[in-house]
């Protein structure tokens, strides 16, 4: 009678996965914690629409940095909500829950992530390495003895791996995602405008206007935020030409991961990449014009995967309905 349970722990979002149904929770990864009584106030959304409006007492804050649990506690009340929010309060079967990591996760990381799982009520918990997770979930034949390279790009971590029969060949994960990019645009509006701004505003900006080369046609946006000298609200209006100036640096950063994985792979595989292309996953892989980038950078043409932001999560879906096909080379149980 035990049910399944796959989950995307990610940076930014945490979403979840069940056989059978689907996508069934999608919420923000973070925690409200009222610090006079170290009470938890809130998680998810209602959490989120916190960051940067609380009170002195009260913090709105990610339990979870760069991929990896940065926050034990508050990490394993958070997963015992989504598995409650999912399986409804009266459920009396512990569930088994299969749980992304990071390419570039330490035994000592993983096992604090499977051991908040147990904690938070799963039955047995399993972890599976991104790259891996997104390949299924993009549709990918990884057990084939064929090259596949497949760069996740999420809130926290860039993780690049190349993948033949169902192992990773060579892989990497940089600190360098999403987030990094929201304070990159924090960063520039504040040096070159004068503006303050919150992550939500930076992040609003990456989305609407965002973009990883140059646009023919410019868009642009009103940006409203603090002024940093006089203290007082005030609106600009920013171009893409200059996000993509704000973002080039952290970008560099993933183009040079995905070229010391391509450095680093045997040449039989390198060809078989060459032919089949770069496969993006990811939510942040879906700023405008990255794969074109990732192409005049390494010269193979990349892919944006069919329903980018949810590959892993599916991933994690197939992964426990074919558990026997994947555990050799996929799943480290506890």
Not at 247 to 274: N, Y
Request: proline residues 4%; glycine residues 8%.
């Amino acid at each position: 009678m035990a049910k399944k349970l796959g989950i995307d722990l990610g940076t930014t979002n945490i979403l979840v996965f069940v056989p059978g149904k689907g996508i069934v929770l999608n919420e923000p990864s973070v925690v409200a914690v009222s610090e006079s009584d170290n009470k938890i106030l809130a998680i998810g959304a209602e959490a989120k629409i916190m960051i940067g409006r609380t009170p002195g007492d009260i913090i709105a804050y990610r339990p979870m940095r760069d991929g990896v649990i940065a926050d034990y506690r508050v990490t394993e009340a958070m997963l015992r909500h989504y598995i409650d929010k999912t399986l409804g309060k009266w459920n009396f079967f512990k569930p088994d829950v299969l749980i992304s990591v990071p390419a570039g996760v330490t035994s000592t990381e993983r096992r604090a992530v499977v051991e908040a799982a147990v904690k938070a009520g799963a039955r047995n918990a399993y972890v599976v390495k991104e790259p891996i997770l997104a390949a299924i979930g993009a549709g990918i034949p990884i057990q084939e003895a064929a090259g596949h390279m497949i760069v996740d790009i999420g809130g926290g971590t860039t993780d690049v791996a190349v993948i033949s029969l169902g192992g990773i060949v060579a892989s990497t994960s940089v600190k360098v995602a999403g987030n990094k990019l929201d304070v990159a645009i924090a960063d520039y509006v504040k040096k070159n405008f004068n503006l303050v701004i919150g992550d939500k505003t930076a992040e609003d900006i990456k989305i609407q206007i965002g973009s990883a080369i140059p646009l023919d046609e410019e868009l642009v946006m009103n940006v409203k935020g603090r002024d940093f000298i006089l203290g007082l609200p005030r609106t600009i209006e920013l171009k893409t030409s200059e996000v993509v100036k704000a973002i080039s640096k952290e970008l560099r950063e993933m183009v040079k991961a995905v070229k010391e994985v391509l450095q680093e792979t045997p040449p039989e595989l390198a060809s078989d990449i060459i032919d089949r292309g770069i496969i993006m996953t990811g939510g942040s892989s879906q700023l405008r014009n990255l794969p074109e980038l990732m192409f005049r950078r390494t010269g193979v043409k990349a892919v944006l995967a069919k329903d980018a932001y949810f590959c892993v999560v599916k991933g994690t879906g197939i992964a426990l309905d074919h558990l026997d096909t994947y555990k050799k080379s996929v799943i480290s149980k506890r």
